[in-house]
């Protein structure tokens, strides 16, 4: 009886092993979802706080802006957002600061209201305030 001796030696692993790549390239995810900054779409602004209500005072100035995104002051229409900008200046040039409210329809376009709120927070405004909101307590 003779036996024969194999050398067993393991076969050469065509496959490259992608567990590693895979690690790394999960590490470097999440470095660039946490180095990406955080983007903001809002304008800051100071909103009057406490003391009597909006509707109580009759020396106020309206704009408001329609669903086809047009801008009105005191339901005369404006031409643009240089010419809304000289209403609102004009308005502080008075000898008591009327209260400036902003009306938009529930249709208007963001971007619009946002540029408005930006004129409105440039110009230096120190009465403002929201009219209308009653309109979207049920949509949220």
Known sequence: MAISVRSIEPSPLMEINTTPLIDVMLVLLIMFILTVPIQTHKVPLDLPSGGTSVLE??????????????????????????????????????????????????????AVVDAVIAVVKQSRVTRFGFEGNERYAGIF
């Open 57 to 110: 005072r009759q020396d106020k100035n309206l704009i408001s802006i329609d669903a086809a995104n047009r801008i009105f002051w005191n339901g005369q229409p404006v031409a643009d957002l240089a010419t809304l900008r000289q209403y609102i200046d004009l308005s502080e040039a008075q000898a008591r600061e009327p209260e400036l409210h902003l009306r938009p329809d529930p249709a208007t376009r963001y």
